[in-house]
């Protein structure tokens, strides 16, 4: 093993069934060469399924079991929106009931519990927690800890605030735990990195209709999550949501966006963390 710690970062897989044969193939040749290449751990950042669908976790769940990444020390996953909400539905039954908000919000928090259990075994690393967002995932390797810290980003479909149910926005309730004195402790001696689905920042253009279009996909509350990454002294921030590979800089922290694997399911995000704290980051597609 190098010195260097080796993180492949993939996002929005938009599973949608186990027909789309071409997509499962090549979520094997991507793991495979993951595992070839000689890579320390795994992110998922989101949007595993297009429909909300627990088939669609399933699919991921064997694909990973399969290819011995299914550990805690391995891989992390985290929701999207198209994990937790179904607009199709959300839609129908607002039109045809117009639920209290209410009953819709504990629908949604379900559905994200559901997630956590799922998948529980690559958060918590136990099989019977219950433990939803935010995790902190404390790694020892042998040259350094790194810590992942996740925050769910996804926010509950609202007609007049959230449309698309594409919305972003982090509790303060997660916030504040980060800022949590023994969490605070725990996370000095490690590299840092933040972890949520939404962008920090999207593409924005002049434009008035990227302007539009931006405000529904935005993490509304965006500037409290930039001032917790900095409380927690992260020094990178993965995330997805926003299907386009980029990477880019904010008040010294790196963002790292692992664009979609559904729409380029060849190509990544590897990062590389030296010992000293140094990274270098880089889109890489396979031939
Ligand atoms: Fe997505
Ligand atoms: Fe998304």
Request: charged letters at 25%.
């Amino acid at each position: 093993m190098t010195e260097k710690v080796k993180i492949a970062h993939i996002s929005d897989l938009h599973f949608s069934g186990k027909q789309d044969r071409r997509q499962l193939d090549a979520f094997d040749r991507l793991l495979d060469h993951f595992n070839n290449a000689g890579f320390d751990h795994l992110v998922i950042s989101g949007d595993l399924s297009n429909n909300a669908d627990q088939g669609d976790w399933r699919l991921v769940k064997e694909k990973l079991e399969g290819h011995a990444l299914y550990q805690w020390d391995k891989c992390t996953v985290i929701a999207g929106n198209h994990d937790v909400i179904n607009l199709e539905e959300e839609m129908r039954f607002y039109n045809a009931l117009n639920p209290l908000p209410l009953l819709r919000k504990s629908a949604f928090d379900r559905k994200l519990t559901d997630f956590s259990l799922f998948f529980q075994e690559l958060i918590t690393g136990e099989k019977d927690a219950n433990k939803a967002f935010p995790f902190v995932k404390i790694i020892n390797f042998p040259s350094m800890k790194i810590a992942i810290t996740a925050l769910n980003s996804v926010y509950p479909w609202y007609p007049a605030d959230n449309p698309l149910g594409a919305r972003g926005s982090i509790t303060s309730g997660q916030l504040r735990a980060l800022s949590l004195e023994h969490v605070l402790a725990s996370l000095r001696e490690c590299f840092v990195i933040g972890l949520c689905h939404h962008a920090y920042r999207v593409y924005g253009t002049d434009s008035l209709i990227d302007q539009a279009f931006d405000w529904t996909m935005e993490l509304k509350n965006r500037d409290e999550f930039l001032a917790a990454m900095k409380v927690i002294k992260a020094r990178v921030v993965l995330h997805g949501h926003f299907h386009r590979f980029q990477s880019y800089s904010v008040d010294g922290i790196t963002f790292i966006n692992g664009g979609s694997f559904r729409y380029s399911p060849r190509r990544y995000s590897e990062l590389l963390i030296g010992k000293e704290g140094g990274i270098e980051q880089k889109f890489i597609t396979l031939a």
